[in-house]
């Protein structure tokens, strides 16, 4: 998904409705998943990505 393209565009609106609507403590849950999610939507790369990130913080 390009920075520039119309899904990114209502990915981003969509989050800050529900940013701004959930409690402080659940607002970070919200940024990692939307996180994952735009990663994930580049394809297999993106998922690999997200993976390689995962085990190295561990």
Same mark, same amino acid.
Do not use: D, E, N
């Given at each position: 998904?390009?920075? /520039?393209? @119309?899904? $990114? *565009?209502? %990915? *981003? +609106? *969509?989050?800050?409705?529900? !940013? $701004?609507?959930?409690?402080?403590?659940?607002?970070? &849950? #919200? #940024? %990692?998943? +939307?996180? +994952?999610? $735009?990663? /994930?939507? =580049? =394809? *297999?790369? =993106?998922? #690999? !990505? /997200? &993976? &390689? @990130?995962?085990?190295?913080? @561990?």
């Amino acid at each position: 998904m390009s920075i /520039i393209s @119309i899904q $990114f *565009v209502s %990915l *981003v +609106a *969509v989050l800050v409705l529900l !940013y $701004f609507t959930l409690p402080q403590k659940c607002r970070w &849950v #919200l #940024l %990692l998943l +939307a996180s +994952a999610l $735009f990663y /994930i939507s =580049g =394809g *297999v790369k =993106g998922c #690999l !990505y /997200i &993976v &390689v @990130i995962l085990f190295l913080s @561990i």
